[in-house]
T-cell receptor, first 109, second 113 residues
Framework: GIQVEQSPPDLILQEGANSTLRCNFS?????LQWFHQNPWGQLINLFY???GTKQNGRLSATTVATERYSLLYISSSQTTDSGVYFCAVVASGTYKYIFGTGTRLKVLA | ETGVTQSPTHLIKTRGQQVTLRCSSQSGHNTVSWYQQALGQGPQFIFQ???????GRGNFPPRFSGLQFPNYSSELNVNALELDDSALYLC????????????FGSGTRLTVV
């Protein structure tokens, strides 16, 4: 089955810093979403981005489907950005989301 | 527009018991998926329902079963609970068979003792 790897696994930033999170996947995909899981466990949808580039405030994402990767950019990080970021993909010809290994982000005040 | 709501938020059960978790999908969403997330890991797909029919299942034993109702709300039932079933159970809904992304609920944290 499709493999989804995220890097880095852990990241500590000072408030105000920028960061790039990466998601690599081993096969072609129909869907791709980035989620932020807050300390209470809720998965918050950041982007639905099977291809192309999107921006929402301080966050933006780019998926290059032909090269099988996606990037999530966080600018001017805030302490509320802390949590785990997951990339999830649906492989072509399938129906279920496969989640990546996650990036655990901690933003220090 | 309401999001995905799950109940209960927390639950403690004894090994061998049965549990039912509930999910109300977002308005207009006809597809519901259930995921299990063990501590420190990513969510794992359990199964998916589309217009009241199961249309996909992950690597979970038959004691994990589900239902989707005409209003597209859903239930996850787990029989003969085991200690390893302790996890966060997440429900997600989508408007078009999953082709437009999913919205997740806050989850039910199940502890089996």
């Amino acid at each position: 089955g499709i493999q989804v790897e995220q890097s880095p696994p852990d990241l500590i930033l000072q408030e105000g810093a920028n960061s790039t999170l990466r998601c690599n996947f081993s096969d072609s995909v129909n869907n791709l979403q980035w989620f932020h899981q807050n300390p209470w466990g809720q998965l918050i949808n950041l982007f639905y981005i099977p291809s192309g580039t999107k921006q929402n405030g301080r966050l933006s994402a780019t998926t290059v489907a032909t090269e099988r990767y996606s990037l999530l950019y966080i600018s001017s990080s805030q302490t509320t950005d802390s949590g785990v970021y997951f990339c999830a993909v649906v492989a072509s010809g399938t129906y279920k989301y496969i989640f990546g290994t996650g990036t655990r982000l901690k933003v220090l005040a | 527009e309401t999001g995905v709501t799950q109940s209960p938020t927390h639950l403690i059960k004894t090994r061998g018991q049965q549990v039912t978790l509930r999910c109300s999908s977002q308005s207009g969403h006809n597809t519901v998926s259930w995921y299990q997330q063990a501590l420190g890991q990513g969510p794992q797909f359990i199964f998916q329902y589309y217009r009241e029919e199961e249309n996909g299942r992950g690597n979970f034993p038959p004691r994990f079963s589900g239902l989707q109702f005409p209003n597209y709300s859903s239930e996850l039932n787990v029989n003969a609970l085991e200690l390893d079933d302790s996890a966060l159970y997440l429900c997600a809904s989508s408007p078009g068979g999953g082709n437009y992304g999913y919205t997740f609920g806050s989850g039910t944290r199940l502890t089996v003792v």
